[in-house]
């Protein structure tokens, strides 16, 4: 199993950054994916931003050019590199990670672009 925690949402204005850290502990040697899903308030979840082990990475359009997606060597800590936030991208911001098969989500960490 993974356990997830997630850390640094918060409230920022737009335009502004913001950086998320997803720390993984368990069985970390079975991870081989991990990213961030996003759910705004009366909307579906949806994907953000992935990295593979390999450190292939995939974002949504609407992220494209103001997030990054990273990760340690480990595999074992994801980050989200967030700039040029917009209201739009008010959300709770999910870790999520797939390991032997299985998928794991952190608790959620919200996220508010509000002036």
């Known amino acids: 199993q993974v356990q997830l925690v997630e850390s640094g949402g918060g409230l920022v204005q737009p335009g502004g950054s913001l950086r998320l850290s997803c720390a993984a502990s368990?069985?970390?040697?079975?991870?081989?994916?991990m990213g961030w899903y996003r759910q705004a308030p009366g909307k579906q979840r949806e994907l953000a931003a992935t990295i593979t082990r390999g450190g292939n990475t995939n974002y949504a359009d609407s992220v494209k050019g103001r997030f990054t997606v990273s990760r340690d060597s480990a595999m074992s800590t994801v980050y989200l590199q967030m700039n040029s936030l917009k209201p739009e991208d008010t959300a709770v911001y999910y870790c999520?990670?797939?390991?032997?098969?299985?998928?794991?989500w952190g608790q959620g960490t919200q996220v508010t672009v509000s002036s």
């Open positions: 368990g069985s970390i040697f079975s991870i081989n994916v």
């Open positions: 999520y990670t797939v390991a032997a098969g299985y998928t794991y």
